[in-house]
C-alpha cells in the first residue's frame, strides 16, 4: 500500500508540473496583439509608370521654369532645335534634381506622387544624388536623346519589373519606396501636367 501511494503521489506531481508547462502557451496576449497590428502602406513593389509619371512632372515643371529663366538672361538659346533644347534641360535638371534630393529629400513629382527616396543613412547626400541623377540620365533617358531615349526606357523598364530595382539604384545602395497615392493627389497630378504642357506648347 505505501508503495502504491507513493506512485500516486509522483503521479500526481508529475500531472502538476505538466498542467504548469501548458498553461503559459495558452494566453493569447500575443496573437491579439499581431491581429490589431497597424498595416503599413509603404511599400518597395516596383511601379514604373508611377516612376516615370513622377519625372515626367519633373522635368515639365522644371523646363516651364527653366524655359523663363533663358527667356530673361539667355533668349537666343530658345532659338535652338528642339532636340538641342531637351538634351539641355535634361542635363542641367541632374544637378537641380541632386540639390533637390540631398536637400528636401524629393522633387515635385516625387512628392505629389509619394515616391521616396533613402539610402543607407536615411536621407542621400549631395554625392550619392547626383551618382543617380547621372545614371537616370545615361541608362534611363539616354543623354535626352530621341531614338537613343526610347531604348534605354524600355531597357530600364523591362528591368524594373524583372528585377524589381533600377540599375542605378542598386549600384548606390537606394531604396524607392512608395505609399498610396489616393484619388486626389493623382487628379491633382493629371491636371498639373495638362497645363504645363499647354503653357509649353501654347506658341
Not at 8 to 17: A, M, R, T, Y
Not at 107 to 134: E, M, Q, V, Y
Not at 151 to 161: A, C, E, G
Request: aromatic share 10%; glycine share 6%.
Amino acid at each position: 500500500m505505501e508503495e502504491e501511494s507513493k506512485k500516486l503521489n509522483i503521479d500526481l506531481e508529475f500531472l502538476d508540473g505538466k498542467e504548469q508547462l501548458r498553461t503559459p502557451s495558452k494566453m493569447p496576449v500575443e496573437e491579439t496583439n499581431i491581429e490589431n497590428k497597424p498595416k503599413v502602406s509603404i511599400t518597395t513593389k516596383a511601379h514604373p509608370w508611377t516612376r516615370y509619371w513622377a519625372r515626367y512632372i519633373d522635368i515639365i515643371a522644371f523646363s516651364l521654369v527653366f524655359g523663363i529663366f533663358l527667356a530673361i538672361f539667355k533668349p537666343s538659346v530658345l532659338e535652338s532645335s528642339s532636340a538641342f533644347l531637351t538634351i539641355l534641360i535634361l542635363f542641367v535638371w541632374i544637378f537641380v534634381e541632386s540639390a533637390l534630393l540631398s536637400t528636401c529629400g524629393t522633387t515635385p513629382g516625387k512628392w505629389l506622387l509619394k515616391i521616396n527616396l533613402s539610402g543607407r543613412s536615411g536621407r542621400l547626400d549631395f554625392s550619392s544624388a547626383l551618382n543617380r541623377s547621372f545614371a537616370v540620365w545615361l541608362k534611363g533617358l539616354g543623354l535626352g536623346i530621341p531614338i537613343v531615349s526610347l531604348f534605354t526606357l524600355v531597357s530600364s523598364y523591362n528591368h524594373l519589373n524583372r528585377e524589381g530595382v533600377t540599375t542605378w539604384d542598386k549600384d548606390g545602395c537606394i531604396t524607392v519606396t512608395h505609399d498610396k497615392i489616393g484619388i486626389i493627389r493623382a487628379i491633382v497630378a493629371v491636371i498639373i501636367s495638362v497645363i504645363f504642357l499647354l503653357l509649353i506648347f501654347s506658341e
